[in-house]
C-alpha cells in the first residue's frame, strides 16, 4: 500500500508534467467536458464516451463542488486498492512471497500509473476488473448465492464502466455454470449460479433503460460504438501500423476517422450527430467486409491478438509495454508450469487474460486496453519469479518461502 500510495502521488504532483514520453494533456478524451455538460443539463444523449461510468463519477465530484485534484485523489485510491486486490488474490492462490512482489510489481508498474494523472478511465477499469476476479476466487472458494450476488454486482458494475469487462464476467459464469453441473460435492448449486446472472441483469436494467429513453426508444445495452472499434481494428492492424512503421494514433486514427465520414455520407447523415446511428451504418458495412473479406478479419484478429499487447502511439513509446508484456509472458509461463504441476486453480487469473485479449483483438486492439488485465499476468509473473527464487534457496539450502493453499 505504501509503494503503491508513493508512486501514484509522485506520478500526480511530479511525475506526469515533468514527462515527455506520453501526451501530459489531462483530459484527451475530453471526460471532464462530458462530466460538466452532465452538471448543465443532465445526460441528453447516448454516446460512446457519455454512457460510460466513468464521466458520471466526475459528474458527482463536479456537482459536489469537486474539482479534477480530487479526481486524481481518487486514482490515487483507486491505484493503491488495485495493489491490494492483487496481494490477496496471489497470496489466495500461490503464497505470500509471490503477493508481495506480485502487490509490488503491479505498484510500480509504468502502464498502471501512466494513467493515475490524468483523466482517463484505466484508472477505475482496473480496479474494477481486479475487484471481479477476486469476487470469482471469493466464489470459487465459497459458491453461495451471496458470493454470486457479489460477483454480479462488481462484474456488471466492471461491464457499465467499459463494455469490454462484460466478456470476462460471462466467461466465469460459463465456467462457473459447468461446474455447477458436474456431480461434485465441492460444485456450486445451480442457484448460486443464477445469481450471478441475475444480479448483473438487474444492475445493468436501469442503465440500459436510461438509454433507451434518451435515445427515443432504441436499445444500446451499455455503450454505441462496437462496429466503429471493429471496422477500425481492421485499419490498425495492417503490417504498417502493427510494425510501427507509421504511427498508429495519427495516421491510422485519421484514416479511420475518413472512411467513418465517408460511410455515414453515403448514408445520408454525418458521422459522430448521432452514434447510435453510426452503429446502423457502421454495422451494415461490417457485416458486409466479414462475408466478402473473411481472410483479412481473420489477419485482423491474429494480429490483433499480438498488439494488444504493445501498439501506442509511436515506436519509442510501444517498446516499454512490449518490452514489459514479454517478460511478464516469460515468467508467467514458469509461474503456470508450476501452478500446473502443483494443481493450483490459476485459471481464475488467467482466465481473464486470455478472454479480453481474444475479445478485443476482435475490436481494435491497442496497447492501453492490455491494462485492466495486467495485474493478472503479473500474479503469474510474480509466481514465476517465486519458483525461480525457490529453484534458488533449494540449490543452495534455503528453504523456499511457504505456500498458502
Not at 389 to 398: D, F, I, Q, Y
Amino acid at each position: 500500500m505504501g509503494v503503491a500510495a508513493i508512486a501514484a502521488v509522485a506520478m500526480v504532483l511530479v511525475g506526469f508534467r515533468a514527462q515527455g514520453f506520453v501526451r501530459n494533456a489531462g483530459d484527451p478524451y475530453h471526460y471532464s467536458e462530458i462530466a460538466h455538460g452532465f452538471v448543465e443539463h443532465g445526460f441528453d444523449k447516448v454516446t460512446r464516451r457519455a454512457a460510460m461510468l466513468y464521466p458520471h463519477i466526475l459528474w458527482g465530484i463536479y456537482e459536489l463542488g469537486g474539482t479534477d485534484v480530487i479526481a486524481q485523489i481518487m486514482h490515487v485510491f483507486l491505484h493503491v486498492g488495485t495493489c491490494v486486490l492483487v496481494f490477496f488474490i496471489a497470496r489466495r492462490l500461490f503464497n505470500a512471497r509471490t503477493a508481495t512482489v506480485a502487490g509490488v510489481l503491479v505498484a510500480l508498474h509504468p502502464m498502471m500509473l501512466r494513467y493515475v494523472a490524468d483523466l482517463h478511465t484505466e484508472t477505475l477499469l482496473t480496479f474494477l476488473c481486479t475487484s471481479m476476479v477476486y469476487r470469482a476466487i471469493r466464489f470459487y472458494d465459497e459458491p453461495t448465492v451471496g458470493n454470486g450476488v457479489f460477483l454480479g454486482a462488481v462484474g456488471m458494475i466492471g461491464a457499465i464502466a467499459k463494455g469490454v469487462l462484460l466478456p470476462i464476467l460471462a466467461a466465469f459464469s460459463a465456467v462457473f455454470l459447468i461446474w455447477s453441473l458436474r456431480k461434485s460435492e465441492r460444485a456450486p448449486k445451480l442457484l448460486a449460479v443464477l445469481a450471478i446472472g441475475i444480479t448483473a441483469t438487474a444492475v445493468v436494467a436501469p442503465w440500459t433503460y436510461r438509454n433507451y429513453v434518451v435515445t427515443g426508444g432504441r436499445f444500446v445495452l451499455l455503450t454505441p460504438g462496437t462496429p466503429d472499434a471493429f471496422l477500425r481494428g481492421y485499419i490498425f492492424t495492417r503490417l504498417e501500423f502493427a510494425t510501427l512503421q507509421r504511427p498508429p494514433y495519427t495516421d491510422a486514427e485519421n484514416e479511420s476517422n475518413a472512411l467513418f465520414r465517408k460511410i455515414a455520407a453515403e448514408a445520408g447523415t454525418t458521422w459522430e450527430l448521432d452514434e447510435v446511428q453510426d452503429d446502423v451504418n457502421n454495422g451494415k458495412v461490417m457485416r458486409e467486409h466479414i462475408l466478402a473479406h473473411p481472410i483479412d478479419t481473420v489477419r485482423k484478429v491474429v494480429v490483433g491478438l499480438f498488439t494488444f499487447w504493445y501498439e501506442m502511439t509511436s515506436f519509442v513509446n510501444s517498446l516499454v509495454p512490449a518490452s514489459l508484456a514479454v517478460v511478464g509472458w516469460v515468467l508467467a509461463f514458469i509461474g503456470l508450469k508450476r501452478g500446473a504441476r502443483e494443481g493450483r486453480p490459476f485459471w481464475l487469473v488467467l482466465l481473464p487474460v486470455v478472454t479480453l485479449n481474444a475479445f478485443v483483438a476482435l475490436l481494435v486492439p491497442l496497447g492501453r486496453y492490455s491494462v485492466p488485465i495486467l495485474p493478472c499476468l503479473w500474479i503469474l509473473a510474480a509466481f514465476g519469479i517465486d519458483t525461480l527464487l525457490s529453484r534458488r534457496e533449494a540449490g543452495s539450502g534455503t528453504a523456499p518461502s511457504p505456500s498458502v493453499k
